[in-house]
């Protein structure tokens, strides 16, 4: 078994896709309101609307993206309307995390590996 993707269901994914563009993600395949899938290296992550989706909206899973630059990814992310925590979590010689709420309060984070 392998993990092939990770959705989101918005009401609108259009708007919230257009959040993950302004972030540097890059739309793969895009059905207007029913599913727009991100290009990614193993696994795709995509936003789904209600009619394709198997769950109501809800905020049970935490999309943690990998990031080169942690400062410049939460000032874009804020520059884009989302909300993001000042507080950094350093885990030593593993990486950096910082939590980011997407304009719809889907919780995601950010990570940047030790260098």
């Not at 950094?88 to 940047?112: C, E, K, W, Y």
Request: hydrophobic share 45%; proline share 3%.
């Amino acid at each position: 078994m392998k993990l092939k993707q990770v959705y989101l269901t918005a009401q609108q994914p259009e708007g919230l896709a257009s959040f993950y563009e302004a972030l540097g993600l890059t739309v793969r395949f895009a059905d207007a309101s029913n599913w727009i899938q991100f290009a990614g290296e193993k696994t795709a992550f995509c936003i789904a609307g209600p009619g394709e989706s198997v769950s109501a909206h809800s905020r049970d899973a935490i999309l943690v993206f990998e990031v080169e630059n942690l400062e410049a990814a939460m000032d874009r992310a804020r520059e884009v309307g989302a909300r993001v925590s000042e507080k950094i979590r350093d885990m030593g010689p593993h990486g950096r995390v910082a939590r980011v709420t997407d304009p719809l309060g889907n919780v995601i984070q950010f990570f940047s590996a030790a260098r």
